[in-house]
Nanobody
């Protein structure tokens, strides 16, 4: 059984920063890729391959950074220069090789103006 557990959401003022984490556990051989999606805006925020190649949605380029620790099956999203329009529920996902795609439980990010 594979499980993704997110942490790190919360309330922050505009211009501030938050770091989201998502750890995958269970019987996992390989994960490729991992990423973050935000629900209300239906936007793929960022994605990262097992080799570290990353891409971003246009609205977050230059402000958000995705990274991963393959030894811990964990993906991170560093969010800087946050704006009120970044307010949303953020979900991590992981494509578990030979098994399928799994999603985290979602974490609320609220940016006040």
């Amino acid at each position: 059984q594979v499980q993704l557990v997110e942490s790190g959401g919360g309330l922050v003022q505009a211009g501030g920063s938050l770091r989201l984490s998502c750890a995958a556990s269970g019987t996992i051989f390989s994960i490729n890729p991992m990423g973050w999606y935000r629900q209300g805006q239906r936007e793929l925020v960022a994605i990262i391959t097992s080799g570290g190649g990353a891409s971003y949605g246009d609205s977050v380029k230059g402000r958000f950074t995705i990274s991963r620790d393959n030894t811990k099956n964990t993906v991170y999203l560093q969010m800087n220069s946050l704006k009120p329009e970044d307010t949303d529920v953020y979900y991590c996902y992981a494509n578990i090789v030979s098994i399928g795609r799994y999603w985290g439980q979602g974490t609320q990010v609220t940016v006040s103006s």
